[in-house]
């Protein structure tokens, strides 16, 4: 059963436009998610996380949303650059993290 | 260089043979992670180690996988009798063991099996 789901495979954005990214997770247990970032070849690195006690946090041009009445949060980041272009991956913690199935974004010119 | 380190990078072998991966955590972390990812896949968790104990294992890892942490410093996972199912990125990660937080990964391993 897949805890953590990211429904949208890929998304494609203009620079300088919002990219959202959305995951929803089934376990009201989980406290803390995180978002990571993946480049090809290369292992996930670590982006933004949020507490389930916020609903809100924000990290320069990151910025993560948790609603945990639809079990769903997002990933927004503004302005989207070429550089963003990777494929995002939440992930919810327990004593280990459960991660979603990933979101690759492109960022167009 | 103080980030988590895999080696190798790549490995390419035959069905049939084994292959044993190595894992360098921060060298302050407690916790060891080992994860697979597949193509279109996230990372799937396979098993975890406080120190040198192994507390958790994923039903993913069958019984031809093995993991130690001999002296709760560096990790290897070994895989018996390879299958090209079994070929994947295969990705360590460490943290300190606290509640509630976030995993450092290497580069990972890229398996691939002929």
């Known amino acids: 059963d897949q805890q953590v789901k990211q429904n949208s495979p890929s998304l494609s954005v203009q620079e300088g436009r919002i990219s959202i990214l959305n995951c929803d997770y089934t376990n009201s247990m989980f406290d803390y998610f995180l978002w990571y970032k993946k480049y090809p070849a290369e292992g996930p690195t670590f982006l933004i996380s949020?507490?389930?006690?916020?609903d809100k946090n924000e990290d320069g041009r990151f910025t993560v949303f948790l609603n945990k009445s639809a079990k769903h949060l997002s990933l927004h980041i503004v302005p989207s650059q070429p550089g963003d272009s990777a494929v995002y991956f939440c992930?919810?913690?327990?004593?280990?993290?459960?991660f979603g199935t990933g979101t690759r974004l492109q960022v167009f010119p | 260089d103080t980030g988590v380190s895999q080696n190798p990078r790549h490995k390419i072998t035959k069905r049939g043979q084994n292959v044993t991966f190595r894992c360098d955590p921060i060298s302050e972390h407690n916790r060891l992670y080992w994860y697979r990812q597949t193509l279109g896949q996230g990372p799937e968790f396979l098993t975890y180690?406080?120190?040198?104990?192994?507390?958790?294992k994923s039903r993913l890892l069958s019984d031809r996988f093995s993991a130690e942490r001999p002296k709760g410093s560096f990790s290897t996972l070994e895989i018996q009798r390879t299958e090209q199912g079994d070929s994947a990125m295969y990705l360590c990660?460490?943290?300190?063991?606290?509640?509630?937080?976030?995993?450092?990964f290497g580069s990972g391993t890229q398996l691939s099996v002929l």
């Open positions: 990660a460490s943290s300190e063991g606290r509640a509630n937080e976030k995993l450092f």
């Open positions: 992930a919810a913690s327990g004593d280990k993290l459960i």
């Open positions: 180690f406080q120190n040198e104990a192994q507390l958790e």
């Open positions: 949020i507490s389930s006690i916020k």
